[in-house]
């Protein structure tokens, strides 16, 4: 991807992101996607940037979120917030998304000032720098698609490369595991909440096709959705440089799967991290949830 294509991804991204006032903790993100179902990391993306319209301390730390309905292409979405809690350290929000009179997403959404405390953290897997890594989507054994949907995921406003020699995503165990370099295609803002935003629409990219890729669940249709979505910030958030995401699944039954991802910096330091159910049918159009 070119630089001029890379930047003019991210300022989509950066537009879709940034929600506009409506009424009091009310607001309306814009959906710029002409197909398909809607990217839930979007929604996630919009959702922290909602709620942290309505703070004015602390950053975020926590997110924890239910996919209700499968979003829609091109109609925007409207965010209400109700403030929860205003407690001296922390501060929590529930962020209502509403699409064509529908509820399509819910979370709860909280924010903490720094103190002193305890520290500690698992030490990050190794991993191939991700300079010259090929690219995550094109290392993929996708089925045929369109050309603009593929020229889509070539213009992502993140670039994902592989942060494994491994494309087959499993682990040694045999169990679903994916490891990716991530970065925004250019610079983002000097501003923290668009930060956490960009980390938690990274976030869902990918957590579904860890286990989708395992199985080989790319059917036609879809057979795969996101049911509900927590995310953890261990230091503020800043993405300014690549991270590496490891994402594995621990266990799957009754067609639905659990998947953790972690998040490092490149000097190895734990930055977030991030749960996901997801639901895995085999074959055929996708039914509903």
């Given at each position: 991807?070119?630089?001029?294509?890379?930047?003019?991804?991210?300022?989509?991204?950066?537009?879709?992101?940034?929600?506009?006032?409506?009424?009091?903790?009310?607001?309306?993100?814009?959906?710029?996607?002409?197909?398909?179902?809607?990217?839930?990391?979007?929604?996630?993306?919009?959702?922290?940037?909602?709620?942290?319209?309505?703070?004015?301390?602390?950053?975020?730390?926590?997110?924890?979120?239910?996919?209700?309905?499968?979003?829609?292409?091109?109609?925007?979405?409207?965010?209400?917030?109700?403030?929860?809690?205003?407690?001296?350290?922390?501060?929590?929000?529930?962020?209502?998304?509403?699409?064509?009179?529908?509820?399509?997403?819910?979370?709860?959404?909280?924010?903490?000032?720094?103190?002193?405390?305890?520290?500690?953290?698992?030490?990050?897997?190794?991993?191939?720098?991700?300079?010259?890594?090929?690219?995550?989507?094109?290392?993929?054994?996708?089925?045929?698609?369109?050309?603009?949907?593929?020229?889509?995921?070539?213009?992502?406003?993140?670039?994902?490369?592989?942060?494994?020699?491994?494309?087959?995503?499993?682990?040694?165990?045999?169990?679903?595991?994916?490891?990716?370099?991530?970065?925004?295609?250019?610079?983002?803002?000097?501003?923290?909440?668009?930060?956490?935003?960009?980390?938690?629409?990274?976030?869902?990219?990918?957590?579904?096709?860890?286990?989708?890729?395992?199985?080989?669940?790319?059917?036609?249709?879809?057979?795969?959705?996101?049911?509900?979505?927590?995310?953890?910030?261990?230091?503020?958030?800043?993405?300014?440089?690549?991270?590496?995401?490891?994402?594995?699944?621990?266990?799957?039954?009754?067609?639905?799967?659990?998947?953790?991802?972690?998040?490092?910096?490149?000097?190895?330091?734990?930055?977030?991290?991030?749960?996901?159910e997801g639901l895995y049918r085999r074959?055929?159009?996708?039914?509903g949830a």
């Amino acid at each position: 991807m070119t630089d001029q294509a890379a930047e003019k991804a991210l300022q989509q991204m950066l537009r879709q992101m940034e929600v506009k006032p409506t009424d009091y903790d009310r607001f309306r993100g814009d959906v710029d996607q002409q197909e398909g179902r809607l990217f839930g990391g979007l929604v996630l993306a919009q959702s922290v940037m909602a709620a942290g319209r309505t703070t004015d301390r602390g950053t975020i730390h926590s997110l924890h979120a239910y996919f209700l309905r499968a979003g829609k292409p091109v109609e925007p979405i409207d965010y209400m917030v109700e403030r929860i809690r205003e407690g001296r350290n922390f501060l929590t929000r529930r962020v209502t998304a509403i699409q064509g009179g529908h509820t399509i997403f819910e979370a709860s959404v909280s924010f903490t000032t720094p103190e002193e405390g305890i520290s500690h953290q698992v030490t990050m897997p190794d991993a191939p720098d991700p300079e010259g890594q090929k690219s995550w989507w094109e290392a993929l054994q996708l089925p045929p698609m369109p050309e603009r949907m593929r020229r889509h995921r070539f213009h992502n406003p993140i670039d994902i490369r592989m942060g494994s020699s491994d494309a087959n995503h499993k682990g040694p165990d045999g169990l679903p595991r994916r490891a990716v370099w991530a970065k925004p295609s250019s610079v983002l803002p000097e501003d923290p909440l668009i930060h956490a935003a960009a980390m938690a629409y990274t976030s869902d990219s990918g957590m579904v096709a860890t286990v989708a890729q395992a199985y080989g669940l790319w059917s036609p249709g879809g057979a795969t959705a996101s049911l509900d979505h927590a995310m953890w910030w261990h230091r503020p958030p800043q993405f300014d440089d690549w991270i590496l995401y490891v994402t594995d699944s621990p266990a799957a039954h009754n067609a639905r799967a659990l998947t953790w991802g972690h998040m490092y910096r490149r000097d190895g330091t734990l930055v977030a991290s991030v749960a996901q159910e997801g639901l895995y049918r085999r074959g055929g159009p996708a039914q509903g949830a």
